[in-house]
């Protein structure tokens, strides 16, 4: 069965930072894509940034680009999330998310995790 | 980047009735040389993860009920839900993944019972 598990959210201050993570379990991690997505209080979902199965692809929204970096440890079947400078708008629930092309691209989520909050604010 | 738009907003169907949800990206997303359309729509229940229902606009995933379909091509899109059951309210979104590794959704699309 696959597992993804999120931790790491919390309260944090504006301009600080915070680390998310994703333990995966009951896939061959390495072999996959995976993705954060967010979704901020009484809105949609935003892709927030995706790593291919190798590290060789490597994207961002917009809205984190330069501010979140993603990567990955396949020994580890772990995916995480570098937030820094963060803002009140990046207050959300953020859901780790499998890929579900083997060894492929960035594409789309068959598998995803209950998800973590991160709130911003003073 | 593509934007995803959807229609409508929210809609109220009576159980056993049909409720359908379109869904029309700002550029094609269907690359020729495979004649795939690079779309997929999920359901997201309160409290719940989002759920994959159809990839490659039509393919239903795995387990999804059949009630459940998708189509289109290019710029638009449509899912249809047959006959909706009470365990079919949610929020429906479509998501491109044509331009990666810019990823995006539509809006979404709140579905009530009448």
């Known amino acids: 069965e696959v597992q993804l598990v999120e931790s790491g959210g919390g309260l944090v201050q504006p301009g600080r930072s915070l680390r998310l993570s994703c333990a995966a379990s009951?896939?061959?991690?390495?072999?996959?894509?995976m993705h954060w997505v967010r979704q901020s209080p009484g809105k949609g979902l935003e892709w927030v940034s995706g790593?291919?199965?190798?590290?060789?692809?490597?994207a961002y929204a917009d809205s984190v680009k330069g501010r979140f970096t993603i990567s990955r440890d396949n020994a580890k079947n772990s995916l995480y999330l570098q937030m820094n400078s963060l803002r009140t708008e990046d207050t959300a629930l953020y859901y780790c998310?499998?890929?579900?092309?083997?060894?492929?691209?960035?594409?789309?989520?068959?598998?995803w995790g209950q998800g973590t909050l991160v709130t911003v604010s003073s | 980047d593509i934007v995803m738009t959807q229609s409508p907003d929210s809609l109220a169907v009576s159980l056993g009735e049909r409720a359908t949800i379109n869904c029309r990206s700002s550029q094609s997303v269907l690359y020729s040389s495979n004649n795939r359309n690079y779309l997929a729509w999920y359901q997201h229940k309160p409290g719940q993860p989002p759920k994959l229902l159809i990839y490659w606009a039509s393919t239903r995933e795995s387990g999804v009920p059949d009630r459940f379909s998708g189509s289109g091509s290019g710029t638009d899109f449509t899912l249809t839900i047959s006959s909706l059951q009470a365990e079919d309210v949610a929020v429906y979104y479509c998501?491109?993944?044509?331009?990666?590794?810019?990823?995006?959704f539509g809006p979404g699309t709140k579905v009530d019972i009448k």
């Open positions: 009951g896939f061959t991690f390495v072999d996959y894509a």
């Open positions: 790593i291919t199965w190798n590290s060789g692809s490597i």
């Open positions: 998310a499998k890929d579900n092309i083997l060894r492929g691209g960035l594409a789309y989520f068959d598998y």
């Open positions: 998501q491109q993944f044509y331009t990666t590794p810019q990823i995006t």
